[in-house]
């Protein structure tokens, strides 16, 4: 189970940071992410690890955001400084799963953002 919070209401150019919790170890759920998903679009990648250490940033966002984890706390974390009303979304948390641990993929709630102008 992935829990995020941290969400909320921000001026533009301001910061948040959101929190994915999980339930287990988050070194077995496999490269964790943050996707979002505005009203009538998709849901995109905003930023995950890839191979447990390199980390893949969607291009709106470099420069902006960063993700960590705490393997300790079994979180991961999203710095977003430098707000734009267009990063206004709901920001989900992502699990691949691990097929090494028998973990599958999972998703959690979801948070709302929103940058305002």
């Known amino acids: 189970q992935l829990v995020e919070s941290g969400g909320g209401l921000v001026q533009a150019g301001g910061s948040l940071r959101l929190s994915c919790a999980a339930s287990?170890?988050?070194?077995?759920?496999?490269?964790m992410g943050w996707y979002r998903q505005a009203p009538g679009k998709e849901r995109e990648l905003v930023a995950r690890?890839?191979?447990?250490?390199?980390?893949n940033y969607a291009d709106s966002v470099k420069g902006r955001f960063a993700i960590s984890r705490d393997n300790a706390r079994n979180t991961v974390y999203l710095q977003m400084n430098m707000l734009k009303p267009e990063d206004s979304a709901v920001y989900y948390c992502s699990a691949p799963g691990d097929l090494r641990f028998g973990t599958r993929s999972t998703w959690g709630q979801g948070t709302q953002v929103t940058v305002s102008s």
């Open positions: 690890f890839i191979g447990g250490s390199t980390v």
């Open positions: 287990t170890s988050i070194f077995i759920l496999g490269d």
